[in-house]
């Protein structure tokens, strides 16, 4: 099947630190694009994956379940880890949970994570009938595009396959299983007016995670999709300075030591 436009993967050769960005369910690397190039412009090596079944049509994605995407992840996280001193993974909702297990198995080949909005648990009461429901009913509207800046769509699907969401629910009960193992330091910007992912998500995060150095942001002006939002800029500067911070030592960087980096 033909791509989506824009849904394309993304990777650019750079320096010594490596970026891997991780899309959502139902969404393409077009929503991850813009951070993309503005951190290969930084000079860094990044990766942005199409994750199996996304970025063509929904009924391509019934047939693949949260392994797939995992696999992909996982994959390139490893290629980076090859070719790279340090490699950080930067998430949007899904990929949040997807970041989380490569953070939680992988230990130091993650130096650390950028979640915006991650998704690790149902918000729905719904999804307790996916077991039998995606059997009767295809698919359910989609959740794509839940953006406040008008005239910045994102490039995904109208509709929601149910066998895959029913195998993204697994995948939220086994990051949840794992969320202690994460030791590495942690960004996080979430959105007060998500109209996808409720606060629930980051506060499972934050409350179950090892991890010491731990920040979290808000991003007051944007809905889930952030990365393509108001607030994108702030994500972008705030996730260089985090990396930054935690790469200055091993690249040959003075270290400098920001208010902005605690709370």
Same mark, same amino acid.
């Given at each position: 099947?033909?791509?989506?436009?824009?849904?394309?993967?993304?990777?650019?050769?750079?320096?010594?630190?490596?970026?891997?960005?991780?899309?959502?369910?139902?969404?393409?690397? $077009?929503? +991850?694009?813009?951070? @993309?190039?503005?951190?290969?412009? @930084?000079?860094?090596?990044?990766?942005?994956? +199409?994750?199996?079944?996304?970025?063509?049509?929904?009924?391509?994605?019934?047939?693949?379940?949260? $392994?797939?995407?995992?696999?992909?992840?996982? $994959?390139?996280?490893?290629?980076? @880890?090859?070719?790279?001193?340090?490699?950080?993974?930067?998430?949007?909702?899904?990929?949040?949970?997807?970041?989380?297990?490569?953070?939680?198995?992988?230990?130091?080949?993650?130096?650390?994570?950028?979640?915006?909005?991650?998704?690790?648990?149902?918000?729905?009461?719904?999804?307790?009938?996916?077991?039998?429901?995606?059997?009767?009913?295809?698919?359910?509207?989609?959740?794509?595009?839940? *953006?406040?800046?008008?005239?910045?769509?994102?490039?995904?699907?109208?509709?929601?396959?149910?066998? &895959?969401?029913?195998?993204?629910? /697994?995948?939220?009960?086994?990051?949840?299983? +794992?969320?202690?193992?994460?030791?590495?330091?942690?960004?996080?910007?979430?959105?007060?007016?998500?109209?996808?992912?409720?606060?629930?998500?980051?506060? /499972?995060?934050?409350?179950? *995670?090892?991890?010491?150095?731990?920040?979290?942001?808000?991003? $007051?002006?944007?809905?889930?999709? @952030?990365?393509?939002?108001?607030?994108?800029?702030? *994500?972008? &500067? &705030?996730?260089?300075?985090? *990396?930054?911070? +935690?790469?200055?030592?091993?690249?040959?960087?003075?270290?400098?030591?920001?208010?902005?980096?605690?709370?």
């Amino acid at each position: 099947m033909p791509l989506l436009p824009g849904a394309e993967p993304y990777h650019h050769r750079g320096g010594p630190v490596g970026v891997l960005l991780c899309h959502g369910f139902t969404g393409s690397p $077009q929503s +991850l694009r813009p951070w @993309a190039e503005e951190l290969a412009a @930084a000079g860094y090596t990044v990766s942005v994956p +199409l994750l199996p079944g996304h970025g063509t049509r929904w009924e391509d994605m019934q047939v693949t379940r949260w $392994q797939d995407w995992y696999a992909a992840a996982e $994959q390139e996280l490893l290629a980076l @880890a090859e070719e790279c001193e340090q490699v950080f993974v930067c998430a949007l909702s899904m990929g949040g949970a997807l970041a989380l297990r490569l953070a939680a198995l992988h230990g130091p080949t993650v130096s650390g994570l950028v979640l915006v909005n991650p998704s690790v648990r149902s918000d729905t009461p719904v999804s307790v009938l996916l077991p039998v429901l995606r059997h009767l009913v295809p698919s359910v509207a989609g959740v794509a595009g839940d *953006i406040a800046r008008s005239g910045s769509p994102e490039v995904g699907y109208d509709r929601t396959p149910l066998h &895959a969401a029913w195998s993204l629910s /697994l995948l939220w009960r086994e990051v949840q299983r +794992l969320l202690p193992e994460v030791t590495q330091p942690v960004l996080l910007f979430r959105s007060p007016r998500d109209h996808v992912v409720s606060p629930a998500n980051s506060e /499972l995060v934050l409350a179950r *995670i090892s991890s010491t150095d731990v920040t979290e942001r808000l991003c $007051q002006r944007s809905f889930h999709v @952030a990365t393509l939002d108001h607030d994108a800029a702030e *994500i972008f &500067a &705030a996730g260089q300075d985090f *990396i930054r911070r +935690l790469t200055a030592p091993a690249v040959g960087v003075t270290r400098v030591e920001s208010d902005d980096h605690h709370g």
